[in-house]
């Protein structure tokens, strides 16, 4: 009976929901655990971020071509229906689910990991790797990250939002040959994808459209900015307001503007560590 992590990501959707897992694996230690991913490039790369073993399903549906009847899952995706989720239910022996929607229901038989919900079967927290939780010294100023994903150039085509606010630009992981070229004129300075955690780590404020990215910034001790993609689910809204994280709603650069000079110098929330007590639901859940 083998192990398993789906988590849907890809050039379209970005990696946040890779980099959770990522974070959720290194914190379960030496756990046998297979990553699947619906993107073969990140699947390659995988052991860069501590994952040993990653697999490339292409779809979700491939999944069984890889696990057998009877196994046991943890499942990032918000592109399963309920008759998939249902189906999935009855193939693995266990299923515990990750879910950002506030309005999510568990369903019978599974368990769930939420930001929202608590109850039975259900451990309410966020994964955010702990080191993020140590003092990192602000070496930047501002930055921005728009997030791993822009095939359609969406940044692009609102770039006017973002120049004369002195922002250093952390490029992101999928972005296409010779892109960066284009922002240069907005941007003082540009960061590599490689130097992911420095950046998002090391900014005062982060403006990001990467909902990770700015819990991560928080986690750090910096000040993020949310923005919330039109064409992107709305599911951190209502938590990125009880953490007094603005939020910037589509491309709207006076908004954009009047939050970046309202920000106070030494503004601080806690974010609470709950890492450790996701991993230890798992394996409580998993017998490990």
């Not at 309005?103 to 966020?126: D, N, W």
């Amino acid at each position: 009976m083998k192990l398993f992590y789906y988590v849907h990501t890809g050039h379209r959707i970005g990696l946040d929901r890779f980099r959770r897992a990522a974070t959720i694996i290194r914190a379960l230690g030496d756990v046998d655990i297979t990553l699947l991913t619906s993107d073969f490039r990140i699947a390659s790369m995988a052991r860069e971020y501590g994952v040993k073993r990653a697999v490339g399903v292409d779809v979700v549906r491939n999944i069984p071509q890889i696990a057998h009847h009877g196994d046991k899952i943890i499942f990032d995706s918000a592109e399963a229906n309920p008759a998939l989720l249902e189906d999935m239910g009855r193939f693995f022996s266990t299923m515990i689910r990750v879910s950002d929607d506030p309005e999510e229901q568990k369903l019978p038989g599974e368990y769930l990991i939420s930001p929202y919900l608590e109850g039975e079967g259900i451990c309410k927290g966020l994964a955010v790797d702990p080191e993020c939780f140590e003092a990192h010294p602000k070496t930047i100023e501002r930055a921005f990250f728009f997030g791993d994903d822009d095939y359609e150039e969406d940044l692009l085509r609102n770039i006017d939002m973002f120049k004369g606010h002195d922002l250093e630009l952390l490029l992101g992981f999928y972005w296409f040959f010779g892109y960066e070229e284009k922002l240069a004129s907005a941007f003082g300075r540009q960061h590599e994808s490689e130097e992911y955690d420095a950046v998002v780590r090391g900014s005062r404020v982060l403006v990001t459209a990467s909902p990770q990215a700015a819990l991560e910034n928080l986690a750090a001790g910096g000040q993020p900015i949310f923005i919330q993609r039109p064409d992107y689910p709305r599911d951190f809204l209502p938590l990125f307001e009880s953490l007094q994280i603005p939020v910037v709603d589509g491309y709207d650069a006076a908004f954009l503007a009047d939050t970046l000079k309202g920000l106070p110098k030494d503004r601080t929330i806690e974010l609470a560590n709950t890492t450790h007590k996701i991993s230890e639901f798992i394996k409580s859940i998993l017998d490990l």
